[in-house]
């Protein structure tokens, strides 16, 4: 299901304020290990909605970007995007991508997945490798899942989301 030419327009409106919201309200909120992550939102929020090559592409991207505000190896960033957002293109065929639960479920899993394979590609010694494994990944994983629900209540509509579990 490729965004459609009369959704493309409002999907470019809510990517450009999540990436308003990431990069003014985002170093306002906690630290920025477990504040939400809004790119990420976005990304899953496109990855869910198109083909795995346009998805990948959108990773690679936001993971660039990433990269560039990140004391990681460069280039981690990038791989771990694009491996979440190929794998999410791919998993909207396996699951409901209108569902609310399974937006928020596939959000929080992208982001976990995507900081541990971060933390793996930039050689990250064990503690930190265990302290992002099981602290820091799921909670910001479960704040920006939070973010991601709000957020896609609010344009439900746009994004044809049921309600109903």
């Not at 990948?56 to 936001?62: C, K, Y």
């Not at 992002?132 to 920006?144: V, W």
Request: with cysteine; charged share 15%.
């Amino acid at each position: 299901m490729t965004v459609g030419r009369a959704s493309r327009a409002q999907l470019v409106l809510v990517l450009a304020v999540l990436a308003i919201l990431h990069f003014y309200l985002r170093p306002r909120l906690w630290d920025a290990r477990v504040s939400p992550d809004f790119l990420m939102v976005a990304l899953m929020v496109y990855a869910m909605r198109s083909r795995p090559g346009d998805a990948a592409i959108a990773g690679f991207a936001i993971g660039l970007i990433a990269d560039a505000l990140s004391p990681a190896r460069f280039g981690a960033g990038a791989l771990a995007c694009t491996l979440v957002a190929y794998a999410a293109s791919w998993g909207r065929a396996v699951f409901f991508a209108d569902n609310l639960l399974v937006n928020a479920g596939m959000i929080a899993a992208g982001v976990w997945i995507r900081n541990v394979v971060v933390v793996i590609a930039s050689g990250a010694s064990q503690g930190e490798f265990i302290a992002e494994l099981g602290i820091y990944g799921p909670l910001q994983a479960l704040i920006t899942a939070v973010a991601g629900v709000l957020l896609l209540l609010a344009f439900r509509e746009w994004f044809a989301i049921r309600l109903d579990v």
